[in-house]
């Protein structure tokens, strides 16, 4: 699996993508590597995966990820999508998406009006999707979150869509932003897309905490051997 | 322009500084060039008062590739790796607007880190407030730590560094000056070192980054005839931070300094322009001509003065080679930035301002950078100090479960959690050990080794024994770093002190810096650079000489000792033994300020040899892998500790000897102790004998209790863990009335 992670000039957890992929990921004993795309690029080349990752892409000193959406390299990662690519958006990644349409909803800022960074317990809620197919329905995984903008809303209709299409992928144990139905984590209607605030790639490795995120990362990998 | 001695007293200058500029010059200056003495010649740039007394830190050691003098101290970590580090205050910036205060603090000193060609890892903040309770002022401070911390969170967030660590203490000799000092620590490979030295008559001198403003024009500045009024209004005291286009920067920077084309590099802090110009061509011992007109400009109308002192944020100076500007350009503009070459290195060594066509300042290098005055200030005095020496009577306590309830949600003690929740402690993976613990852990993913790094300082020590209380830092800090199994290698100070002009605070200053100067020699903590703060002070009142430590250790990559217990049925071993204290050296212990209100005495005694010998036993019992938790004994003494380790799930019942009163039992704080929780006791004890260290089997860990018992096995202490966690957790949201987290 070749997976692409698109540089915006304020990522900054485009390193971490990298790493988990390049590093952690191939202890499992499979083939993963990661390269990265440049923000301006017109195509994402060929790779198999997409990775959205984490930071404040051109600033987000206006709505996060509302400039982004515009740059040439969502341009290449909605044809992408539309082609039935896996696209991973990881906490600004999810802002991203949202805006450029490609999940429904929006994304502001957490309840408590307050940058939060902890771990926090998700459920799986779904199984359904190249994303999840390797943990178990109901799972329970704890993962770090680091935002300052992840309260997902959405009108009760999309709230509805969501549960009875079964793409909500990942629900908050403990709502920690105030997240409508608790939700963290959703997917397109094609289920190839993912947005998702708390930080897999920040699980990967038992020195820095768990390995509890690399479960994700090895269900897209089993996507591909099929 | 006359030069008056009024327009002197503006510029905060005396008329001894002025003649000597006058000296140097060989006439008198413009009142542009009498602007840049007086920011170069500021206490905060020249260090004119702490400088003959700064020379007496230890500066060399075998881990020191770079010490003070550049923009960042330099160690080297093994295999060709280094990492740069220093702190920096921004206090008074941050009592003025905390948010922006704070928040260009940290910008400020990730760029001394990154104009070393160290792309930075950690940032750790050591913060003094004024009380949120019981004060006329509660309300203000608690919304100045709330703006603090989130300027911190805002820019270190954004710019993708973590923050690991730090302090946080509340006094109120900080209600009207806020402490903010800031470290910050890079890591690169040692070829890859920039330095900001001029060289090559002919070079191409660059500027980049963020335009140039009128924001933060010295206060030393302010009020003199050639601004309108006008102009005045639309000056914002404090700088604005913008961490996006820092962050623009860094990778910019490091991007372009693989090209090879560059030969030096500053950032442009505080006297921005002025600074980094004349400190460049003073080094290389070359000349440098600006040309203002090509300076990149926000504002229009700007005069010269405004320019060479504006301290607008993320910006660079920088000597390329003559001939591959463009290769630089082309980095920079990838980048979004603005890039142009606004002068060159010439040949004598002066630093030459051209604006509008006419030569604005013709200043020495050297006269700006080197030659400002040195004072050796009045000192002959004993420290002030206002608490009562002896040792003070106090009833025992009727309740000293209460009294530990109080000590574990104190402000000063309690958890931290509502702050560190804010800034992005994970952000790069690095994160072995964050913020809460004893030291923070970042490893280099490149080479097998961790930095562990610990910010220190104890401003009621140190204003009881300036001497004492600072060798009391040092020790703390080297005492936290060993406890996560770090050996200490070098170490970066903030000195904020009161106004030296008053030869009982320049007392303080001094005896400060030669305790830390023994302290640092004895633990082979060279000092690499650092920062002084001083007339911290409101209304006459200074604050408590506040000197504090930032000591950096290196350890092997692998799963740290945690500070919290881990199991049940361990054995707690207290390596140290347990030390003694007396009524006067009690004084200065939390349980005098928390619980009795009252400040007297002594710091603790500290016996530097023992001190070291139980680092050592220490490092010895982590690298063995003999301890379940290590964790350092020190604001609120054994009793704190115990709680502070304690779990939800898991406690500990231990008997205390020694025969002292409970209160010096349970809360003193005698420094060299660490306690250990453990399954191999018995090896820990034996290792300890073999190192000349006390200590023994003190009790063992139990579920969901706390219970402390004196040697007639009276039970001194007995309290859920759950209690002790919620009093502590839920302190600081109360205490600046804010909803706990959720």
Known sequence: ???????????????????????????????????????????????????????????DYLRCGAIARFSPVMQAVQKFAADGGLVLGICNGFQILVEAGLLPGALIRNAGLKFICKDVGLETVTTASPFTSGLQKGQMLQLPIAHGEGQYIADERTLDQLNSEDRVAFRYTENPNGSMRDIAGILSAGRNVLGMMPHPERACDPLVGSTEGLGLFESMLGAFAK | MTITPEIIKHHQLTQGEFDKIVSLLGRQPSYTELGVFSVMWSEHCSYKSSRIHLKKLPTTGKYVVQGPGENAGIIGIGDGWVVAFKIESHNHPSYIEPFQGAATGVGGILRDIFTMGARPIAVLDSLRFGPLTGSPVAERNARIVAGVVSGISHYGNCFGVPTVGGECIFEECYSGNPLVNVFALGVCRQEDVFFAKAKGIGNPVIYVGAKTGRDGIHGASMASAEFTEESKQKRPNVQVGDPFMEKLLLEACIEAMKTGAIVAIQDMGAA???????????????????????????????????????????????????????????????????????????????????????????????????????????????????APLEAQEFAAST???????????????????????????????????????????????????????????????????????????????????????????????????????????????????????????????????????????????????????????????????????????????????FGTTDGQRFGSSQYAKQVL??????????????????????????????????????????????????????????TL??????????????????????????????????????????????????????????????????????????????????????
Request: aromatic residues 6%; charged residues 20%; contains cysteine.
């Open chain 2, 597 to 654: 209100g009252q400040l007297w005495g002594l710091p603790p005694a500290l016996d530097m040899g023992y001190e070291r010998r139980v680092h050592e036993a220490m490092r010895e019992i982590a690298s063995l892998h003999l301890a379940e938790s290590a964790h350092d004994l020190s604001d609120g003494g054994i009793a704190v500790a115990l709680a502070e380790s304690s779990t939800p799930a898991i406690g500990a019942h231990v």
């Open chain 2, 657 to 742: 000897e020694g025969g002292l009163r409970a209160e010096f039992a349970l809360f003193g704080e005698a420094p060299s102790r660490i306690l250990v929780s453990t399954k191999q006791a018995e090896q820990i004890l034996a290792l300890l004998s073999r190192h000349e260290v006390q200590g023994g089997v003190i009790g063992v860990t139990i579920g969901e209790r706390l219970q402390i018992k004196d040697e007639g096995k009276t039970l001194l202490i007995d309290v859920t863990t759950a209690s002790l966690r919620n009093a502590s957790e839920a302190a600081l949201p109360a205490l600046l009335h804010t909803q706990h987290a959720v």
């Open chain 2, 399 to 577: 309740d000293l479960n209460a009294d530990l309830m109080k000590l574990v949600s104190s402000a000063d003690l309690c958890s931290k959690r509502w702050i560190w929740e804010q800034y992005d402690y994970q952000v790069r993976t690095n994160t072995l050990a964050g913020p809460g613990g004893d030291a923070a852990i970042v490893r280099v993913k490149e080479t097998g080794q961790s930095i562990a790094m610990s910010l220190d300082g104890n401003g009621r020590y140190c204003f009881l024994d300036p001497r004492e209380g600072a060798k009391l830092a040092v020790a703390e800090s080297c005492r936290n770093l060993s406890t996560v199994g770090a050996l200490p290698v070098a170490a970066t100070n903030n000195l904020n002190f009161g106004n030296p002009e008053r030869p009982e605070i320049m007392a303080q200053l001094v005896e400060a810096v030669e305790g830390i100067a023994e302290a640092c020699a004895f633990f082979d903590a060279p000092i690499t650079g650092g920062n002084v703060s001083l007339y911290n002070e409101t209304l006459g009142e200074g604050i408590y000489p506040t000197p504090v430590l930032g000591v950096v250790g290196i350890l092997k990559t692998e799963m740290p000792v945690s500070s919290s217990f881990r199991s049940v049925g361990a054995d707690l071993v207290l390596v140290g033994g």
């Open chain 1, 1 to 59: 699996m070749k997976v692409g992670v698109v540089v915006f000039p304020g990522s900054n957890c485009d390193h971490d993508a990298w790493y988990a992929i390049n590093k952690n990921l191939n202890r499992s004993g499979q083939v993963a590597s990661a390269e990265f795309i440049w923000h301006d690029a017109r195509s994402v080349g060929q790779v198999d995966a997409v990775i959205l990752p984490g930071g404040f892409s051109y600033g």
């Open chain 2, 272 to 386: 921005g322009l002025t600074s980094s110009s004349c400190e460049m061509g003073s080094r290389g011992e070359v000349g440098i001509e600006i040309d203002l007109d090509l300076v990149p400009q926000r504002e229009t109308g700007m005069t010269a003065y405004e320019m060479l002192l504006s301290e607008s944020q993320e910006r660079m100076l920088i000597v390329a080679e003559k001939g591959r500007e463009q290769e630089l350009f082309d980095v920079f503009h990838k980048w979004g930035l603005d890039a142009v070459t606004i002068g060159s290195v010439t040949e004598g060594g002066n630093l030459r301002i051209q604006h509008k066509g006419v030569l604005e300042a013709d200043i020495p290098n050297r006269a700006l950078a080197d030659e400002a005055p040195k004072y050796d200030r009045p000192h002959n005095v004993p420290p002030h100090r206002t």
